[in-house]
T-cell receptor
Framework: EAQVTQNPRYLITVTGKKLTVTCSQNMNHEYMSWYRQDPGLGLRQIYYSMNVEVTDKGDVPEGYKVSRKEKRNFPLILESPSPNQTSLYFC???????????FGQGTRLTVV | LAKTTQPISMDSYEGQEVNITCSHN???????ITWYQQFPSQGPRFIIQ???TKVTNEVASLFIPADRKSSTLSLPRVSLSDTAVYYC??????????FGDGTTLTVKP
């Protein structure tokens, strides 16, 4: 089954404690992207990757890092999480940028 | 990236056709128009994409006038399960993407 898998689905952490949210796709897609979704603000793009070792900033990259060492994985790293990064995070992948992208089920992150 | 404007919310009844219009006055020549559907606490799901004129698939139609400054997503005979948020995106396949605020569609029995 074609899917984008995010882990964990839910996470509560404390300010400043480094964390990684993993994203993996099994469709051999070249494009992957991370979004955050906050009430009243829709989906905002954090980072995207057009292929292995190629990453670029979206609209809200501050406080986040990503890496794309393998085609199937695109982890999101928060080196020093802060409460304003409390949000619902989605990973997406496709072979055509945002066209026909598959999204993961989301990771609900709470930073206290 | 072109900014999009959609109605914040719409109501409909089961069995009706629903048309959601998106305004994108600054659309560029290379931009495509893409629509996604999102249910609460789930990731968005691709519905349809077009460049000009009309595109139809098994779930929706997309109407794009000649000037491409707007587009209309048409959902035929909606059901309660079509209650969701619908997003219009405008851009190329180059990677960067901006979702608008979306339209919350509520289908009533």
């Amino acid at each position: 089954e074609a899917q984008v898998t995010q882990n964990p689905r839910y996470l509560i952490t404390v300010t400043g404690k480094k964390l990684t949210v993993t994203c993996s796709q099994n469709m051999n897609h070249e494009y992957m992207s991370w979004y955050r979704q906050d009430p009243g603000l829709g989906l905002r793009q954090i980072y995207y990757s057009m292929n292995v070792e190629v990453t670029d900033k979206g609209d809200v990259p501050e406080g986040y890092k990503v890496s794309r060492k393998e085609k199937r994985n695109f982890p999101l790293i928060l080196e020093s999480p802060s409460p304003n990064q409390t949000s619902l995070y989605f990973c997406a992948s496709s072979n055509k940028g945002i066209t026909e992208a598959f999204f993961g089920q989301g990771t609900r992150l709470t930073v206290v | 990236l072109a900014k999009t404007t959609q109605p914040i919310s719409m109501d409909s009844y089961e069995g009706q056709e629903v048309n959601i219009t998106c305004s994108h006055n600054n659309i560029a020549t290379n931009d495509y128009i893409t629509w996604y559907q999102q249910f609460p606490s789930q990731g968005p799901r691709f519905i349809i994409q077009g460049y000009k004129t009309k595109v139809t698939n098994e779930v929706a139609s997309l109407f794009i006038p000649a000037d491409r400054k707007s587009s209309t997503l048409s959902l035929p005979r909606v059901s309660l399960s079509d209650t969701a948020v619908y997003y219009c995106l405008v851009g190329t396949n180059a990677g960067k993407s901006t979702f608008g605020d979306g339209t919350t569609l509520t289908v009533k029995p």
